[in-house]
């Protein structure tokens, strides 16, 4: 079945240091989500990329999906406690199948 | 505007006990449910989803079953639990229809520990 990689398992980082993390699928994907779980919390949307080579941008957060629609990226600039918590990415290979396959995630943890 | 509630929010239970979890969203109609399972600082597993009620799609074979009797609630039961059943249990939702692009939202949660 469709498999999607996280890496990372786990980020630990100096504020003010960069993060990103990687999700690579075994298939093409249609499209792919980033989510955002906070400790204790659930996961919330972060962002939807759709388009081949497609690169997003949320302040210091840049989002990218790869050429080939089968990998992308989580790039957090200058971290900052607030930022940590674990980054989910979702990959939907079929558009008309109803669901999403999650990564395991990265959990971030931001030393002050 | 749509929300989700999730409930109960903990719960502890014997081995060998049944479990009912509940989920209902407001302010959307014909939603896509979800029921995941996230063990301690893991990913999120997805145990079933429903496109309708009455439709339901397991995607791993366990002690767990889900019913969707009304169009905006969805259940999740055990008839006897396992200390592997403990977890974090999240009820999910998107727009309906079969398009997999939309916003997946959360509920807040239930924590099931097993003892």
């Known amino acids: 079945g469709q498999q999607v990689m996280q890496i990372p398992q786990y980020q630990h980082v100096q504020e003010g240091e960069d993060f990103t993390t990687y999700c690579n699928s075994s298939t093409t994907l249609s499209n792919i989500q980033w989510y955002k779980q906070r400790p204790g919390g659930h996961p919330v949307f972060l962002i939807q990329?759709?388009?081949?080579?497609e690169v997003k941008k949320q302040k210091r957060l840049t989002f990218q999906f790869g050429e080939a629609k089968k990998n992308s990226s989580l790039h957090i600039t200058a971290t900052q406690t607030t930022d940590v918590g674990t980054y989910f990415c979702?990959?939907?290979?079929?558009?008309?199948?109803?669901?999403?396959?999650f990564g395991d995630g990265t959990t971030l943890t931001v030393k002050p | 505007s749509q929300t989700i509630h999730q409930w109960p929010a903990t719960l502890v239970q014997p081995v060998g006990s049944p479990l009912s979890l509940e989920c209902t969203v407001e302010?959307?109609?014909?939603?896509?449910l979800y029921w995941y399972r996230q063990a301690a600082g893991r990913g999120l597993q997805l145990l079933f989803y429903?496109?309708?009620?009455?439709?339901i799609s397991s995607e791993v074979p366990q002690n767990l079953s889900a019913s969707r009797p009304q169009d905006r609630q969805f259940i999740l039961s055990s008839k006897k639990l396992l200390l592997s059943d403990s977890g974090f249990y999240l009820c999910?939702?998107?727009?309906?229809?079969?398009?997999?692009?939309?916003?997946?939202?959360f509920g807040e949660g239930s924590w099931l520990t097993v003892v």
């Open positions: 990329l759709v388009k081949s080579g």
């Open positions: 302010g959307t109609s014909n939603p896509n």
């Open positions: 979702a990959g939907i290979l079929n558009p008309n199948a109803g669901k999403s396959t």
């Open positions: 999910a939702w998107r727009t309906g229809g079969t398009f997999s692009g939309n916003t997946i939202y």
């Open positions: 429903s496109v309708g009620i009455g439709q």
